[in-house]
């Protein structure tokens, strides 16, 4: 070939490459174009046909599997009911054997139960080091077998007393695609929990979501999965590690809490963050969270407040009353302190240590994933509390009120121009009726005083609010 022939060649192959190129849309890269031909014959197939649904997520699509224990339902039940909704919410609840006494007949307000499958022969097969976790597992590929009836997009599993706030965990669901591989979890707070097991796993109690293509997986998968981890003593890091085997990681969750922790944990639900509560676990092994009250009643109350705007509940708002030298800490449905001293957000947005750690002997810190400040008798920085008791909601605004928890005991704050707070026996917070549905910014809050009573007022922010003392 002559040195003109190779130059035409030349010529004709940029031609064709021009060709090519304005031919497809100009955002597309090199590395966009080639993906583009490599997935026409790589698609994955769906053979749920809710699968290929572009129809909104709703509650009709997630289904919960809740594991627990027959021993443990006859109380446990009671934080369950506190959440689940007859006839509307899909699940079940997998006992270890057949219910008796106070759950015959079975209670029509709590979910439907399955017995755990019979795995006595896989578990001396495989010689399981701890066969509660291999159930807890297993029931995954139970739930999933239960459920799939072609309207199924997410599976949610969790304890005999896992709490969860339903609405907020469709809402967040919906925002992802269903027919992608998603796993949602949360770290424990503890840090030796995570450090014992792992920091890439969800912990179950907390509730582990599922996407449908991934539940599927797990659950074609399940023997030759519990076979890998017969060994593994912990339920959630079996998962994890299935989970991994299947090519996916943890997306962890915010508002998903394990709550491996102790005694009161007042502190650490008052500082929720910006981001809508999905959970809370461990409710045996800690405090009623609200004075005066049992566990099941406890949740009860959590939930009156949830039913007015789950889209709200326990998200932290701060606030001053400038004449007084006043901070208001609101966490919506719960809580609501009073500080004697303007104290900037960064403060207060970390939590009060009023909690003790998960497990071990006590260890120097840190303990948690995350700030803590200590409990403090100093009268500048110790909080007047209150509690929510109870809540009114109208087409204009929703009022929540919380009532003094007991008197602070402690003088006047020393800081200049600071005024007792003492009197002050309740606090009432109006906030808009419509779902709260953007998290990139707080609420900002104006707080009128009458008497006795504070009155707070949310609103959005303006754009030159700041919220700096």
């Not at 045996?284 to 007015?308: G, N, Q, S, W």
Request: charged letters at 20%.
């Amino acid at each position: 070939m002559g040195t003109s022939d190779i130059f035409k060649y030349f010529l004709i192959s940029l031609l064709i490459l021009y060709i090519l190129f304005i031919s497809f849309p100009t955002h597309l890269s090199t590395f966009d174009l080639m993906s583009s031909f490599k997935s026409i014959n790589n698609k994955p197939p769906n053979s749920n046909s809710s699968a290929s649904s572009s129809s909104p997520t709703t509650l009709r699509h997630v289904v919960f599997g809740l594991v627990g224990s027959e021993g443990s339902w006859h109380h446990r039940r009671r934080y369950i009911e506190s959440w689940w909704r007859p006839n509307a919410t899909r699940g079940y609840i997998f006992l270890d054997r057949p219910p008796t006494g106070d759950l015959l007949p079975w209670p029509d307000a709590s979910p439907p139960y399955r017995l755990s499958e019979n795995l006595t022969a896989f578990l001396q097969e495989t010689k399981a080091a701890v066969p509660f976790a291999v159930r807890i597992v297993h029931a995954i590929m139970e739930v999933f077998r239960e459920a799939d009836d072609g309207n199924l997009r997410w599976v949610v599993m969790g304890d005999d007393d896992s709490i969860f706030f339903v609405d907020n965990l469709v809402d967040m669901v919906a925002g992802y695609d269903h027919r992608k591989y998603y796993y949602f979890g949360a770290p424990s707070e503890f840090i030796m929990s995570n450090f014992w097991f792992s920091f890439a796993q969800g912990f179950g109690g907390a509730g582990v979501i599922l996407s449908y293509p991934l539940a599927k997986a797990l659950a074609a998968d399940m023997d030759n999965c519990l076979r890998r981890g017969a060994q593994i003593i912990s339920a959630d890091h079996i998962t994890m590690v299935c989970v991994a085997d299947l090519g996916v990681s943890l997306s962890p969750h915010r508002g998903l809490h394990q709550v491996d922790m102790h005694g009161d944990i007042s502190g650490f639900l008052s500082a929720h963050p910006a981001v809508p509560i999905l959970s809370l676990h461990h409710f045996d092994h800690v405090d009623p969270i609200f004075p005066a009250t049992d566990r099941a009643e406890a949740a009860r109350r959590l939930m009156k407040a949830a039913a007015a705007d789950e889209s709200r509940m326990m998200q932290q708002t701060i606030c001053h009353h400038k004449q007084n030298h006043w901070s208001l800490s609101i966490a919506w449905g719960y809580s609501a302190h009073i500080y004697e001293r303007m104290m900037p957000r960064w403060i207060l947005q970390k939590p009060i240590e009023t909690f003790q750690a998960w497990a071990g002997l006590p260890r120097p810190p840190p303990q948690f994933l995350f700030n803590t400040r200590e409990p403090s008798r100093d009268a500048c920085e110790a909080p007047h509390l209150f509690f929510f008791r109870e809540v009114e909601k109208t087409p204009n605004r929703t009022l929540t009120i919380y009532s003094r928890a007991a008197p602070r005991g402690l003088p006047v704050c020393w800081w200049a121009n600071s005024v007792s707070a003492d009197n002050i026996s309740e606090i009432r917070v109006l906030s808009p009726p419509t779902k709260r549905t953007e998290m990139d910014r707080a609420e900002c809050c104006d707080v009128v005083l009458e008497g006795e009573k504070a009155e707070v007022t949310f609103r959005e922010c303006f754009s030159n609010d700041t919220l700096a003392v």
